[in-house]
């Protein structure tokens, strides 16, 4: 069951969701609208090795724009801290984000339950696209677990920024 944005409201008054900041105009019909932070993450690594730390480099996402090739995959991340103990977060790219050939989030949309932070952000251009920071970007919304809840105590939790991945450590 997902909630409707009047609910994610009352739940981010009631502490059950954290969305930081908050921005009420932000909320949709059932979904609240994510917005781009200042960096990105590309990483240098010629190839990526989930049994390695991979080699990347942070880049600002200057006020004029940063364009982004058919092809480029970066990291980024939302502004926005969010996470629940109590509902399921599941990001989603905004549609109008997809119609310009930027791919936001096509795998690993699901966030744990208990886990909190700023939401690292798949970006991989299918044509060329200008980032901007403080863009909106994607979406969030949240689902009603079902069965015991067990809170995510993993190696992203409280992440800052966009994060790379931490498969090497598994």
């Known amino acids: 069951m997902i909630l409707t944005g009047k609910k994610i409201i009352e739940e981010v008054k009631n502490n059950k969701i954290e969305i ?10 059932n979904s609240y609208d994510l917005s781009l932070g200042n960096t990105i993450i590309k990483y240098t690594s010629k190839i990526i090795d989930p049994k390695s730390k991979p080699s990347y480099k942070e880049i600002k996402i200057p006020k004029e724009g940063l364009i982004l090739k058919a092809g480029d995959f970066v990291l980024g991340y939302s502004n926005e801290r969010i996470g629940s103990d109590f509902y399921v977060p599941l990001i989603h790219g905004k549609s109008g984000t997809a119609r310009m050939g930027l791919f936001v989030h096509i795998t690993a949309d699901l966030i744990d339950i208990g886990s909190h932070g700023n939401t690292t952000l798949q970006l991989y251009a299918t044509l060329p696209v200008r980032l901007y920071p403080n863009m909106l970007i994607a979406q969030v919304s949240f689902w009603v677990p079902f069965g015991k809840i067990v809170l995510y105590k993993g190696k992203y939790q409280n992440s800052k920024g966009p994060q790379v991945s931490k498969s090497w450590q598994d």
């Open 20 to 29: 930081s900041p908050f921005n009420k105009d932000r909320v949709t019909t």
